[in-house]
């Protein structure tokens, strides 16, 4: 059996590794958010390259099992992933401009879908869903209304959040579970936690 400090010593130098993981999400989003240019770029360049390593791996997976019903489909699929990938890293700029317009649409339809459904349903959320279309609508006017300017930022953008919300996300976990590997630490070298469930047997049959 593992020694119980022992143990507590490596969780609390796992939730470290988290927490600094985090960290360093929360640098690389602050700075994604200065430079957005910079950040759009590389996220189209990682998407390029993770649908390519991707397409590949489903190729090699498609050749592995040839011979069943789903091979042509599966070739088809990796053929598309591969392609899309090197045009992805080939033509970053051009890639983040169609993605741009396909943001706003979709911001657009959203936020008209609701904005309607929250006029002809009248629920419990009427104010919030109303407010949700509102300012979906507003987001993809205006993201429309500035393209292809607003490729160069938008996704950039959106990259940089997601990585700062994940980094603090991390960063709230990492302590937390420290905190809680050192307060339960401190309750079994205190004896006000029981070590094992035998001493806890032990405790219940002396009662």
């Known amino acids: 059996m593992a020694d119980p400090a022992t143990e507590g010593r490596r969780l609390s130098r796992s939730f ?6 985090g960290t360093l999400l929360v640098v690389a989003g602050l700075v994604g958010l200065v430079y957005t240019g910079v950040a759009t770029l ?8 993770l649908l390519l390593i991707g397409g590949i791996v489903g190729l090699l997976h498609a050749i592995d099992s040839r011979g069943s019903d789903y091979f042509w489909l599966g070739v088809v699929v990796a053929a598309l992933n591969i392609a899309a990938g090197v045009v992805v890293i080939r033509h970053p700029h051009g890639t983040a401009e169609a993605l741009t317009m396909f943001a706003a649409l979709l911001f657009l339809t959203g936020g008209v879908f609701r ?11 009427f104010g919030w869903t109303l407010l949700q279309g509102a300012f979906g609508l507003l987001l993809g006017l205006l993201v429309l209304f500035d393209w292809p300017h607003s490729s160069l930022y938008v996704l950039g953008l959106f990259f940089s959040l997601a990585l700062l919300f994940d980094g603090l996300g991390l960063i709230a976990m990492g302590v937390g579970g420290r905190r809680i590997v050192s307060m339960v630490s401190e309750q079994r070298v205190t004896g006000e936690l029981p070590d094992s469930p035998l001493r806890d047997e032990q405790k219940r049959s002396n009662d």
């Open 16 to 21: 470290g590794w988290l927490a600094l993981l």
């Open 42 to 49: 590389t996220s189209m360049i990682l998407f390029g390259w």
């Open 115 to 125: 904005l309607v459904g929250s006029v002809v349903v009248r629920g419990p959320q």
